[in-house]
């Protein structure tokens, strides 16, 4: 059974950091690009990052471009999200979802994911 576990989420003050992990099971890890993919209150799921574990390729929404670092540690099953200098926006539910593409990279097109954590929610207060 795939599953994906996220973890990290919290309350943070606007500049603040937090790291967010990604336990992915039930599959082979270096196979599937992951995504991290973010939701705010009335406001549609976006993916912010991607990598390819195969190959370490990544891919960042200009949002957080130079805040955010994705990272994995195939010998653990788990994709990171380092996320620094936070900012009130990027307060939201925070998801980790597989590529349904074996060896392809969908991400991070929302429809291209087939299987999904349950997310961890990031406030940031200002």
């Known amino acids: 059974e795939v599953q994906l576990v996220e973890s990290g989420g919290g309350l943070v003050q606007a500049g603040g950091s937090l790291r967010l992990s990604c336990a992915a099971s039930?599959?082979?890890?270096?196979?599937?690009?992951i995504g991290w993919f973010r939701q705010a209150p009335g406001k549609e799921r976006e993916g912010i990052s991607c990598?390819?574990?195969?190959?370490?390729?990544?891919y960042y929404v200009d949002s957080v471009k130079g805040r955010f670092t994705i990272s994995s540690d195939n010998a653990k099953n788990t994709v990171y999200l380092q996320m620094n200098s936070l900012k009130p926006e990027d307060t939201a539910v925070y998801y980790c979802?597989?590529?349904?593409?074996?060896?392809?990279?969908?991400?991070?097109?929302?429809?291209?994911?087939?299987?999904w954590g349950k997310g961890t929610l990031v406030t940031v207060s200002s």
């Open positions: 039930g599959f082979t890890f270096d196979d599937y690009a």
């Open positions: 990598i390819s574990p195969s190959d370490s390729s990544t």
């Open positions: 979802a597989r590529d349904f593409l074996f060896g392809g990279s969908s991400c991070p097109d929302v429809s291209g994911m087939d299987y």
